[in-house]
């Protein structure tokens, strides 16, 4: 045990921990943009999908306490060994030189912080419904909690548009490195699935972030109502 304890307090066990817990949110992530998929399908679809998670309670719990341990463990790690590097190079390099380096890697603090933001806002606005109240009580023939009205109502708004646009903007970039990245940091070393995650990873990215913006741009634009 405290073998496993003095493993996970090293710098290695850390990184080891912020892959599997990134892992874990890119799964989470390309699940939830399929389900919000639904909208295409109309109301009744996106809005029985979300009550039918709901008429699970113990399971959506245990998913959305999994889901912010994750985060929390992923976030707080992260800044711990951002922090921890600055303090063992005080001075910078007066030169930066970046070889094979992509953009989505060396951003990779940048499209962090921006994500993380934009979840909190996210969660904010069409979850708690703080943000914007109008539609968080309101219901649909069936009888079930109108998400499709909120989510028509939000993307109505020009700047809501330009807040999630970034947001997706955020969540490209990350999940452009991630999946390589982790999957390096567990320790899979093979020229083949190194060439096969550098494009895996963009390409999963990429799919993510269009279903997204398929959805807010179908909205604005008044291809769905």
């Known amino acids: 045990m405290m073998r496993l304890l003095s493993h996970f307090q090293s710098s290695v066990g850390k990184k080891m921990v912020i892959a599997l817990t990134g892992l874990g949110l890119v799964v989470f992530v390309?699940?939830?943009?399929?389900?919000n998929l639904q909208l295409f399908e109309g109301p009744h679809a996106l809005n029985s999908y979300a009550a039918f998670l709901r008429d699970m309670p113990i399971v959506l719990w245990t998913v959305r306490i999994g889901l912010l341990s994750m985060a929390v463990f992923h976030v707080g790690l992260a800044l711990q060994l951002s922090i921890r590097n600055r303090r063992a190079r005080p001075v910078e390099y007066t030169l930066h030189r970046y070889r094979q380096a992509s953009i989505a890697s060396r951003t990779m603090a940048i499209s962090g912080m921006i994500l993380l933001l934009?979840?909190?806002?996210?969660?904010?606005?069409?979850?708690?419904?703080v943000i914007d109240p109008t539609f968080s009580d309101r219901r649909d023939p069936d009888g079930y909690r109108d998400v499709y009205g909120k989510v028509i109502h939000a993307f109505q708004n020009p700047f809501m548009v330009l807040l999630y646009l970034a947001g997706q903007l955020g969540l490209g970039l990350?999940?452009?490195?991630?999946i390589a990245g982790s999957v390096q940091t567990m320790g899979f070393e093979h020229a083949a699935l190194t060439r096969l995650l550098k494009a895996l990873g963009p390409m999963i990215g990429l799919i993510v972030v269009l279903g997204n913006?398929?959805?807010?741009?179908?909205?604005?634009?008044?291809?769905v109502r």
């Open 30 to 35: 390309m699940f939830h943009m399929l389900g």
């Open 118 to 129: 934009f979840v909190g806002f996210h969660l904010l606005h069409l979850t708690a419904g």
């Open 174 to 178: 990350h999940l452009s490195h991630a």
């Open 213 to 223: 913006v398929a959805i807010i741009l179908a909205v604005f634009l008044g291809i």
